[in-house]
């Protein structure tokens, strides 16, 4: 059952976020391909991986950076560092890919550790205002979790490290969009806020 729409005078930022939710769903297409391109070739090499992540990662984090200069409200500072974070992993991974498995693991625990935490602060920032905040807590904790399992254990086989990387990014991707359409739905309830 849904919970109703949050009353009017909502904080800026959500109104903003609101009203660019079509960055979510593209964030959440993202992951999904991803995930399915894992998937679907399980035999990737750590080289291959990287770079696919690296790609991924940096699409990732141009869509945080976009939303965090565009974005309106006093928290777009999260966004612009959970994009830099992004950028800047996707762009490690992408350069050096011959680098070892356990750099890239804990590249990719890093930035899904910092991205988690970003949006579980997020979700409980803003419980009271969105429809669903817990698409976002849940994604967020997700990332965090996916994020410091890699840290703590960088040396996980190859296979065993593409699944997880795969699962955590469709189902990410999915609450991902489950969180745009809540805020889509806030925003056509919303005309002009």
Same mark, same amino acid.
């Given at each position: 059952?849904? %919970?109703p729409?949050?009353?009017i005078?909502l904080?800026?930022?959500l109104a903003?976020?609101?009203?660019h939710?079509?960055?979510? !769903?593209?964030r959440?297409i993202a992951?999904?391909?991803f995930?399915?391109?894992? $998937?679907?070739l399980?035999?990737?090499?750590? #080289?291959?991986?990287? !770079?696919?992540?690296?790609?991924y990662?940096?699409v990732?984090?141009a @869509?945080?950076?976009?939303?965090?200069?565009r974005?309106g409200?006093t %928290? +777009?500072?999260?966004?612009?560092?959970v994009g830099? !974070?992004?950028?800047?992993?996707?762009?490690?991974?992408f @350069?050096?890919?011959g680098?070892?498995?356990i &750099?890239?693991?804990? !590249?990719?625990?890093?930035w *899904? @550790?910092?991205?988690?935490? $970003?949006?579980i602060?997020?979700?409980i920032?803003y +419980?009271?205002a969105?429809?669903h905040?817990? *698409?976002?807590?849940?994604?967020?904790l997700?990332?965090?979790a996916?994020?410091? @399992?890699?840290?703590?254990f960088?040396?996980?086989g190859?296979?065993?490290?593409?699944? &997880?990387?795969?699962?955590?990014a469709? #189902?990410?991707?999915?609450?991902?969009?489950?969180? *745009?359409?809540?805020? %889509?739905?806030?925003?056509?309830?919303?005309?002009?806020?």
């Amino acid at each position: 059952m849904n %919970r109703p729409l949050p009353p009017i005078g909502l904080p800026p930022i959500l109104a903003s976020l609101s009203a660019h939710w079509g960055w979510l !769903i593209a964030r959440g297409i993202a992951a999904i391909v991803f995930g399915i391109l894992a $998937f679907t070739l399980p035999g990737l090499t750590v #080289l291959t991986l990287a !770079i696919v992540w690296g790609a991924y990662a940096i699409v990732d984090g141009a @869509f945080a950076l976009i939303y965090g200069a565009r974005g309106g409200g006093t %928290r +777009r500072w999260t966004y612009i560092v959970v994009g830099l !974070i992004g950028v800047i992993a996707g762009l490690v991974a992408f @350069f050096w890919p011959g680098e070892t498995a356990i &750099v890239l693991v804990m !590249i990719i625990g890093v930035w *899904a @550790f910092f991205t988690g935490i $970003f949006e579980i602060i997020y979700a409980i920032q803003y +419980r009271h205002a969105i429809a669903h905040p817990w *698409a976002v807590g849940i994604s967020g904790l997700l990332s965090a979790a996916v994020g410091f @399992f890699l840290a703590l254990f960088p040396g996980a086989g190859a296979l065993s490290l593409i699944w &997880v990387i795969a699962a955590y990014a469709v #189902l990410y991707g999915f609450l991902m969009i489950v969180a *745009a359409f809540q805020l %889509r739905r806030w925003h056509n309830a919303h005309p002009g806020k």
